[in-house]
């Protein structure tokens, strides 16, 4: 067994509430959550999906192993931590064709993961961000091009090889805004958004772990029974995604006359990043509140910038950078939420 | 300080290694991150800095027994002003280019931190000549950090050093390197490093 610091810790007043949960387990099980979504990847847009999910699992655990080695702290290797960052940098990453993306590009992010985001902070449990969102973020704006071009057509199944969902929104609305028809659209090689029905089975090109939402959905939901993730996040997340994206969504489209309330908010809650980010990014237990309410308002923000991100933003895609800003809001959240301490007349906790 | 006379080797090594103004002190922490997008503009940068703090210490401490306390941050930032001054006017002469890719910030090292900092507490406290020196290498603590960021963000942000292509066609620039992040992310690894370093030989010391 690995030996954590809490393992010090001497409680010493009964009752105590005996888990069976143990870091190791929780890791592994998220993990083996995440297989069916990667796999489904791979089998739609090609072998390179896990060629590059190998390199950044691959890259994230000799990381860390370099990094315990070098700094002689405890082996965590197999506590799977590292295996999971490598597998949600990897669920990051654009789903190309063969050779298309780098190798470079997720091996990076996961050593950033890990070296940086992780354990400069301190290792397991003192990241102050998602390490894996962390590594996203600095690959995708050192290799732009590479993090926002070359989205994968399928050999399985006829896909759109062009843009992604949200790619396609955000063009629509400005292509219309220059005063272009809708038939030219086709001469430039786009085509129409996809069905809701293709971008839940993730038949839309996408980042890998995030194009087909049902099976982020029974990955997420298998992670909820098991009590290892919390409901409120995920939910307040994805119901106020849709919300916002309702109200204002039909301010940027296209063919009508801007108004609110005609957004398309299940197109929203499907595409991009949504999926993946509310049940496996943004319950991370270190980087979110502890309280309910904490939960709740983090969430809440969660869904505010994703859709401030995707309809007013310079990026098509808001969901990593929505976490990682909330993320970093944690602390202050936390103060909003302080508990009432029993046997006190005022709710102000010392 | 005054009473203890310090010795130049041990101006010179505080400056450069044990009290660091950027690692130890993390002063000047604006410039670092503003101009170290490319090796030969952080050199350039570089010898401002050591030339003002070296000059402005020198003269902030000849005038010490002159300058009154309550004006003396209103005389140190004039002092320090005119000798940037003195060096803008010179790379202005000289290296035009240069000068115009630095714009704003030679001004700017009127406001850096470490210059200010080294007249309040080395120049007004000691002589002319170990002020100076104390200037100098604290000039110099600064330059060799930068300089390590600038080489690492130049080298990964455009393939090259001073301006020359080192990197082959195969090499992607990380264009990160060239933004405002990227000097946030190598000098806090840098500084990581070398004060775990620090932090360990201290231990092994003791």
Known sequence: MIKYASDDLVVSAAPHVRTRLRVPLVMWVVSATLLPAIAWAGYVFGPWVLVVTAAAVLAAVVTELAITLLLRRPQTVSDGSAFLTGLLVACNMPATGWGVLPLYVPVVASIFAIAVAKHAFGGLGQNWINPALAGRIFVFFAWLPAMTGGWAGSPAFDVVSSATPLNLLKFQSGMMQDGLQAGSQAVLGMRLAPSHGDLFLGLTPGCIGEISAAALLLGGLILILLRIVNWEIPLTYIASTALFSWIFGGLAMTGQAPSFFTGDPLYHVLSGGLMLGAFYMATDWVTTPVSFGGRIVFALGCGILTVLIRLTGSNVEGVSFAIVLMNITVPLIERMFVPRRFGTSEGRAA | ?206
Not at chain 2, 138 to 154: C, Q, T
């Open chain 2, 1 to 206: 300080m005054s009473a203890a006379r310090p010795k130049a080797g041990r101006v010179f090594a505080d400056g450069l290694l044990r009290n660091n103004p950027v690692f130890v002190q993390v002063l000047g922490i604006c410039s670092t991150l503003a101009v170290t997008n490319v090796f030969e503009n952080t050199l350039v940068m570089c010898i401002g800095l050591v030339f003002t703090t070296g000059l402005s210490n020198f003269s902030l401490s000849l005038l010490r027994s002159m300058i009154p306390g309550r004006i003396r941050m209103i005389v140190e930032t004039l002092v320090i002003a005119s000798w940037v001054i003195v060096f803008d006017i010179i790379i202005k002469a000289t290296l035009p280019e240069i000068s115009k890719a630095l714009g704003a910030y030679v001004g700017l090292i009127i406001t850096n931190c470490i210059v200010m900092g080294r007249a309040e507490a080395f120049a007004l406290a000691n002589k002319p000549l170990i002020s100076m020196a104390d200037g100098i290498a604290n000039g110099l603590g600064y330059s060799w950090v930068l300089l390590a960021v600038a080489f690492v963000r130049e080298l990964l942000g455009s393939g090259s050093i001073l301006g020359a292509r080192v990197l082959g066609e195969w090499w992607t620039n990380w264009n990160i390197m060239v933004m405002a992040p990227g000097g946030f992310f190598v000098l806090a690894i840098l500084i990581w490093i070398v004060r775990g370093r620090m932090e360990r030989n201290k231990e092994g010391a003791r």
